[in-house]
């Protein structure tokens, strides 16, 4: 599990590391039982939106980040003015028993409706037991100094943010800020690595929960990047989105998102400004919808109950490098069936961290052939389908974009042994030692590998498409035998993709290839060295944003979709389906895309 961690906010020019370690060690005796403690309430006298928080004089204790809302159930608090320094109490500004209905914004006030002299805050217990003291309010207030603050702590922290669970990713918690209905990250590298400053156009992955949010009126949330200009980042636009549960997603409107780009001094800094009314207290926000191990594991389990015996197994291939996740091998087939009468296809994804889009397609890949349709019979009559649905389990919970935690990128790691290609070097990550050492002992059974498909995602255009990257060309462009027959291969399995998943929302496949893959580190390189063209190995990239069906988006559903029509495309490459294709392929770029998408290099390394 990603280690569980609430991010202390502080501005951008200052921070307070002393005084959260502090309130991590203390702040647990606010509401012990019969504590010897002295805490009292205390809160921000020039704020129009002021949360009370706790206090000893020494450190502070903020609801929400270092006490739970639901630890003060019973708890009364008044924040009251007075008429003089120790005469009765008039006009509260509110006084609040705490509930299970009490939201974090129901505590709010304006501290600045009257003079800060004459403003006190006191919390009771649920024993009626006033926190602070025994003895009078006023005059405990004011010969004990426990008077409102002049000024905003600088280690305030509403709204909350965090990125408290797995994949979450807040950016550089340095650079984080928060203020009154406003929220801001500055993007980091994967695992906070300052080495990989120059690349920061892979520098993309956020995720994270603001609480803390009032729903009466328009929050902001602010994604910053910051770059040499010589060296850019990202900059294509996209829409984030959202959720009330961290289940339920949707994104945001056009309208609530607005793009900018400045340079000073040689940097160039890219923003995306977010603003909307949310409707409730807390909120997910993400670049795109995530998956982690734990969403996986229940997909996994939910489809277990569902199929018969067998017929869909899981196995540890090994264990991460870093956190000690398993990496794991999931199996679908009939097993009734000999193996020797089947062909295997084998299949990864997330090899880089945050491509979730894999995850996606795999859900629907496995949804169809755990269906009662003649399809997915056949299918299972008569290949293997074996799979890895989290190859970085590492970087995909702790929330990178691309690398391990080792900062390795997976993809452009799969380094052979010069010796024998068939194995990996001792240099290879362990993750892709596991996945090479799983092949080969599957490649010695009954039952041939006959196609492997490489799931990823790419960063993209709004309108790019989905694509594939095949391999060498036809021999009319000088390719050998083998080498032709990879890329009719290629070629045949991809048509089959546009045929059931619609030729308009898969890109249109160049006319070469290219030769480049075959000395690279590539997983297709690999197979190539040791299969040629009996194994199809292919990269698929999914997209992120409108794709081709704009004005909508691609969502889960539409890459579950997409994972469907693999599984019907492989029917059809093994000739257990005979599809009539309505048009011959179709090659070339149709549209002005980024001529880098298309790069393999680009793409991988």
Not at 321 to 350: G, S, Y
Request: proline share 5%; net charge positive; hydrophobic share 35%.
């Amino acid at each position: 599990m990603k280690k569980q961690n609430l991010i202390f906010i502080v501005p951008f020019f200052l921070a307070s590391a002393a005084h959260a370690e502090g309130n991590k060690a203390n702040c647990s005796t606010v509401t012990a039982p019969n504590t010897k403690e002295n805490w009292w309430v205390s809160f921000a006298s020039d704020m129009e939106h002021a949360m009370p928080y706790f206090t000893n004089g020494k450190e502070r204790c903020y609801i929400g980040q270092d006490i739970p809302l639901a630890n003060l159930q019973d708890y009364r608090f008044r924040v009251f003015k007075e008429e003089r320094i120790s005469g009765p109490q008039r006009g509260d500004i509110y006084n609040i028993k705490i509930n299970q209905n009490t939201k974090l914004e129901d505590l709010r006030f304006k501290a600045t409706s009257s003079a800060a002299r004459f403003r006190s805050a006191v919390v009771y217990r649920p024993s009626g037991r006033m926190m602070g003291s025994k003895i009078t309010q006023s005059l405990n207030w004011w010969g004990n100094r426990y008077l409102a603050e002049n000024k905003k702590p600088t280690d305030y922290p509403y709204p909350l943010i965090s990125d408290d669970f797995l994949s979450g990713n807040a950016g550089q918690h340095r650079r984080l800020k928060t203020d009154f209905q406003s929220a801001s990250i500055t993007l980091r590298n994967d695992s906070t690595d300052d080495a990989l400053n120059a690349i920061p156009q892979w520098r993309n992955w956020w995720s994270v929960s603001v609480s803390g949010i009032f729903t009466d009126s328009v929050f902001e949330f602010n994604i910053y990047d910051t770059y040499p200009a010589g060296n850019r980042g990202w900059e294509y636009e996209y829409t984030p989105i959202y959720s009330y549960d961290n289940k339920t997603w949707q994104r945001f409107e056009i309208n609530d998102l607005k793009k900018s780009i400045s340079e000073h001094e040689g940097n160039v800094t890219h923003r995306i400004k977010i603003t909307k009314q949310f409707t409730k207290n807390k909120v997910w926000m993400s670049r795109f919808y995530p998956y982690s191990t734990d969403d996986f594991d229940t997909f996994y389990s939910d489809l277990l109950k569902r199929l018969p015996q067998g017929q869909l197994t899981k196995k540890t291939l090994g264990n991460s490098p870093v956190l000690n996740k398993p990496i794991e091998l999931v199996t679908m087939t009939n097993p009734k069936i000999p193996d020797a009468k089947k062909k295997r296809i084998w299949i990864h994804t997330r090899t880089h961290s945050a491509e979730t889009g894999g995850s996606f397609l795999v859900e629907g890949l496995m949804r169809f052939l755990s269906r009662k349709t003649p399809e997915a019979k056949t299918a299972l009559d008569n290949l293997i389908f074996h799979i890895v649905p989290v190859h970085n389990p590492d970087g995909v919970d702790s929330g990178n974009y691309r690398l391990n935690l080792k900062s390795q990128n997976l993809e452009v790691l799969w380094i052979r042994d010069p010796k024998n290609p068939l194995l990996l070097s001792s240099e290879a990550p362990i993750e892709n030692q596991l996945l090479n050492k799983a092949i080969r002992h599957l490649a010695q059974k009954e039952g041939k590998f006959t196609l492997a498909l490489n799931l990823h995602s790419s960063q993209s255009k709004r309108e790019t498409r989905p694509f594939f990257f095949p391999h060498f060309g036809p021999s009319a462009l000088g390719y050998n035998t083998e080498e032709s027959g990879l890329w009719n291969k290629s070629i045949k399995f991809i048509d089959f993709v546009k045929h059931y998943y619609g030729k308009d929302h898969i890109e249109a496949t160049h006319t070469d290839g290219g030769r480049s893959f075959v000395p690279k580190s590539y997983p297709e390189s690999w197979w190539w060295a040791n299969f040629k063209n009996t194994v199809m190995a292919l990269t698929l990239e999914t997209t992120y944003d409108q794709s081709d069906y704009a004005p909508g988006y691609v969502d889960k559903d539409k890459l579950r979709k997409l994972g469907e029509s693999l599984g019907m495309a492989a029917l059809a490459y093994h000739d257990l389906l005979s599809p009539s294709l309505s048009a011959a392929p179709t090659f070339g770029s149709q549209r002005n895309i980024d001529p880098m998408i298309h790069d393999e290099e680009n793409s991988k390394e």
